[in-house]
């Protein structure tokens, strides 16, 4: 399992997306299968296991990201820089 968070951005603007699996070669092949290097993306940092706290009032989409990968998260985000 692989979602992908992409942000909306505008002309002049970092735009990042993270991808979240249950290991790295899940992510890598997102990155890979989404053409992200093609589209100037490059890694913020290494991959590696990530905690997700979310804003007072969204509990339950924390509680449902944590079911869904059964407590193995993942994950890496890519940057692409305004040209």
């Not at 913020?44 to 989409?61: E, L, T």
């Not at 990201?65 to 890496?76: D, I, K, S, T």
Request: hydrophobic share 40%; glycine share 12%.
């Amino acid at each position: 399992m692989s979602p992908t968070t992409h942000s909306q951005t505008t002309s002049g603007e970092d735009e990042f997306v993270t991808i979240i699996g249950g290991d790295a070669e899940e992510i890598g092949q997102v990155f890979r299968d989404q053409g992200l290097a093609a589209k100037d993306f490059t890694i913020v940092h290494r991959i590696g296991r990530h905690r997700i706290a979310m804003a007072p009032g969204q509990d339950d989409m924390s509680a449902l990201v944590g079911a869904l990968l059964g407590g193995r998260l993942v994950a890496a985000t890519y940057a692409r820089r305004p040209r």
